[in-house]
């Protein structure tokens, strides 16, 4: 079935640092793909959506030059996080919408997960 | 605005029992999609289920089913025979007209199953 993929699973940087993490749909192109960031115990909270080709859409309150978003192709998107800061570690998801097709209905999937701790 | 609400932050249930998580929506468009995934341990968001709002029937996969009822904007998840490995984080969520919109999820439900 449809897969998205992240990388890195998991970082651990130095405050100041930037990081990067990259999403890829594996066997479907999209768009459209979102990312979402998720604390502990608490529910997934959007940041931006990602459309391939034009400036991603950013949510009330996500610093846009703090949480870089390119999404460079129709398999990619990739989030950078610029200056990292403790306050920034978080679970990082990355989701591609598949539309439906011959076989299958439509749906949104979601890729593993980053962890990321900032020291 | 579109809202979910799960109003089970938490569930125990007994192996091989059925369970009803909870969902109830607000919306103003005449087109949307319910989702529900599950969040185990290791973090990863699985699919498990989708329901078009014009679809007649409810949804169906495999032990999973959405118990759809439009009137009262609920998309209750149902799982039969659950197991040991169904115990996890739930979480409800939709989008509205516009396919690029983004989904918003209901604040989940952690289901425990006991053996």
């Keep these: 079935g449809a897969v998205v993929s992240q990388h ?13 993490i ?10 459209t793909m979102f990312w979402y960031r998720q604390f502990p115990k608490q529910s997934l909270m959007l940041m931006a959506t990602s459309n391939e080709g034009s400036k991603a ?3 009330q309150g996500v610093e846009k030059d703090k949480f870089l978003i390119n999404h460079a192709s129709l398999t990619l998107s990739t989030l950078t996080v610029t200056s990292a ?15 439906a097709g011959e076989g299958f209905v439509e749906t949104q999937y979601f890729g593993p997960g980053t962890r990321l701790l900032v020291l | 605005a579109q809202k979910i609400t799960q109003t089970q932050p938490g569930m125990f249930v007994q192996e091989k029992e059925a369970v009803t998580l909870d969902c109830t929506y ?9 989702f529900w ?19 007649e029937q409810n949804a169906t996969e495999g032990r ?18 659950s197991q040991l490995g169904d115990s996890a984080m739930y979480f409800c969520a939709m989008y509205g007209m516009n396919r690029d919109d983004k989904i918003i999820f209901g604040k989940g439900t952690r289901l425990h199953i006991l053996p």
Excluded at chain 1, 22 to 31: H, N, P, V, Y
Excluded at chain 1, 85 to 99: N, T, V
Aim: proline share 3%; hydrophobic share 30%; with cysteine.
């Design chain 2, 26 to 34: 607000d919306t103003s468009d005449q087109s949307y999609g319910l």
């Design chain 1, 22 to 31: 990259e999403c890829r749909s594996l066997d479907f192109q999209a768009t």
């Design chain 1, 8 to 20: 890195p699973s998991w970082v651990i940087c130095k405050s100041g640092t930037s990081v990067k």
């Design chain 1, 57 to 59: 859409t950013y949510e």
């Design chain 1, 85 to 99: 800061h403790p306050e920034d570690s978080s679970f990082y998801i990355c989701s591609a919408r598949r539309l």
């Design chain 2, 64 to 81: 999973y089913s959405l118990n759809f009822q439009k009137a009262r904007k609920s998309a209750n998840l149902v799982i039969s025979a």
């Design chain 2, 37 to 55: 995934y599950k969040q185990p341990s290791s973090g990863e968001m699985i699919f498990l289920i989708y329901q078009g709002s014009y679809d």
